[in-house]
């Protein structure tokens, strides 16, 4: 069964950084695609950012909103996703969900990132 857990959200002023993590166990087989999703409240969820076509090299995803500032990573040593977030704005507030396609979607129970001085 697979399990995933995000951490490292929090209070941070806007220009600030954040790096999230999610801790993925259980079993990969037939992974398509991994990301970071978010929802801020009275919205819908959206896609932050995406790896894509994992089995033959990958590529990278991001929103509009996000690009140039937020990266996301994996380590498969570790069995853990990342997103590194930067220049952080008022906008970005939100909580964040890691995510895992393998012919179904898998998330996490989300961690909250407030962005506000």
């Known amino acids: 069964q697979v399990q995933l857990v995000e951490s490292g959200g929090g209070l941070v002023q806007p220009g600030g950084s954040l790096r999230l993590s999610c801790a993925i166990s259980g079993s990969l087989f037939g992974l398509n695609a991994m990301g970071w999703y978010r929802q801020a409240p009275g919205k819908e969820r959206e896609l932050v950012a995406q790896?894509?076509?994992?089995?033959?090299?990958?590529?990278?995803n991001y929103a509009d909103s996000v690009k140039g500032r937020f990266t996301i990573s994996r380590d498969t040593g570790k069995s853990t996703m990342y997103l590194q977030m930067n220049s952080l704005k008022p906008d970005d507030t939100a909580v964040y969900y890691c995510?895992?396609?393998?012919?179904?979607?898998?998330w996490g129970k989300g961690t909250p990132v407030t962005v506000s001085s």
């Open positions: 790896i894509l076509n994992l089995n033959i090299g990958s590529t990278k």
């Open positions: 995510n895992l396609l393998m012919g179904m979607n898998y």
